[in-house]
């Protein structure tokens, strides 16, 4: 399976970047230039990950999720993750990321709680 990439502009300076299929070192590289290309038109800054139809992911995903969030945060902004499916959540979990990137149930938590800080 391949992946779909999915991005939306939300409110203020954020992107939502909603992912399908398989994160895997095929289909990283694609992911990192598109959400570059996004962060910069408009100068936005914050990014919601919806990971709700992630089917799988490996190290190579989380690299380019990682380098994102470095990114990002480097320029202030932030990355909240969502809806993510039990499987790649145990990756997440098994990494560490949790520990450093905020994580919601559903896009809307997601956006909410890059308002209360925007």
């Not at 709700?52 to 690299?63: A, C, I, V, Y």
């Not at 993750?81 to 560490?96: I, K, Q, T």
Request: with cysteine; charged share 25%; hydrophobic share 40%.
């Amino acid at each position: 399976m391949s992946l779909s990439i999915e991005i939306e502009n939300g409110s203020r300076r954020t992107i939502i970047v909603r992912l399908a299929g398989e994160l895997d070192h095929h289909s990283s590289e694609i992911v990192k230039q598109k959400m570059e290309e996004e962060l910069l038109r408009d100068n936005r800054i914050n990014v919601v990950l919806s990971l709700k139809e992630l089917t799988f992911m490996d190290s190579s995903g989380l690299g380019v999720i990682l380098g994102r969030y470095k990114h990002i945060t480097g320029k202030g902004g932030r990355m909240v993750v969502c809806d993510v499916n039990p499987a790649v959540y145990r990756l997440f979990e098994l990494s560490g990321m949790f520990k450093i990137i905020t994580i919601r149930d559903n896009e809307r938590q997601a956006m909410s709680s890059l308002e209360v800080v925007s």
